[in-house]
């Protein structure tokens, strides 16, 4: 993440911080729900829809991701401009756990849940996001 991009993401979120809280890591990924019946579903619907000429699947989009000592925060990026552009979701380190790291050639994953809850997040890094990754994956223990 180039300097301009990562000062206006920390000018984003600073705002929302708690008193103490510190900002960790902060990295480019590309999320997907983890969600087999709600992938199927979006399959199947798109298939009907199109008269079974085409089936269509939900797509990777690329997040700004920053990680604090309490809480992890994914902003939907815009690849034209610097800021931003809107918060998807907030949620808290305390109980999440994620799967090994599928390590891949051009990019590595895991996935995150919370034991007990079905919905699923996938975070993929690129190769160039490894050091990132190995700190997100060292802050989070294995679980699933």
Request: proline share 8%.
């Amino acid at each position: 993440m180039n300097g301009p991009r990562r000062s206006a993401l920390l000018a984003s979120v600073r705002p929302m911080l708690e008193p103490d809280e510190r900002i960790e890591v902060v990295t480019i990924v590309t999320t997907s729900p983890v969600s087999l019946g709600r992938t199927t579903a979006f399959a199947l619907a798109s298939a009907i829809v199109s008269g079974g000429s085409m089936t269509m699947a939900p797509a990777p989009t690329a997040m700004h991701l920053v990680m604090t000592d309490r809480r992890f925060f994914l902003f939907r990026g815009e690849p034209t401009v610097v800021w931003p552009r809107e918060l998807v979701m907030t949620f808290p380190r305390a109980g999440l756990v994620r799967t090994e790291i599928d390590d891949r050639r051009i990019n590595s994953s895991f996935v995150l849940s919370y034991p007990g809850y079905e919905e699923s997040l996938q975070l993929t890094f690129s190769a160039f996001g490894r050091k990132k990754r190995n700190q997100i994956a060292a802050a989070v223990p294995v679980g699933c």
